[in-house]
């Protein structure tokens, strides 16, 4: 994964993000082996749904648990479950299944 440090992307309060594969973190941010996993399980998220869908589905699925969750939304959408619960797991990728993230819906 190639990573991109700057200080512009992603806004302040973030420490990254991957837009089309690609991280994005910001300036002093340490980039851990589990980040990049983290964002890892988001590219192959993307490859399922055929990027631009994933995008779609994600903040359609955010707003939805904004009405549930509030602030703790962002953590309960299935993409960020699914890169959460795995990305301790070096050897996740490896055997994720293709839509893995929807048991996490």
């Known amino acids: 994964m190639k990573v991109i440090e700057n200080s512009i992307i992603p806004p302040k309060g973030f420490a990254g993000i ?41 903040v359609i699925e955010w707003l939805v648990k904004l009405l ?11 993409f960020e479950r699914e890169a959460y619960a795995n990305d301790n797991d070096v050897n996740y990728l490896s055997i994720r299944k293709r839509f893995s993230f929807l048991k996490y819906m």
Not at 28 to 56: C, N, W
Request: hydrophobic share 45%.
């Open 68 to 78: 549930f969750y509030a602030s703790k939304a962002y953590r309960n959408v299935s």
């Open 18 to 58: 991957n837009p089309f594969g690609v991280l994005f973190v910001r300036k002093g941010v340490v980039v851990s082996e589990r980040m990049i996993r983290h964002e890892a399980i988001h590219t192959e998220q993307m490859k399922d749904l055929l990027f631009v869908p994933f995008y779609l589905v994600y």
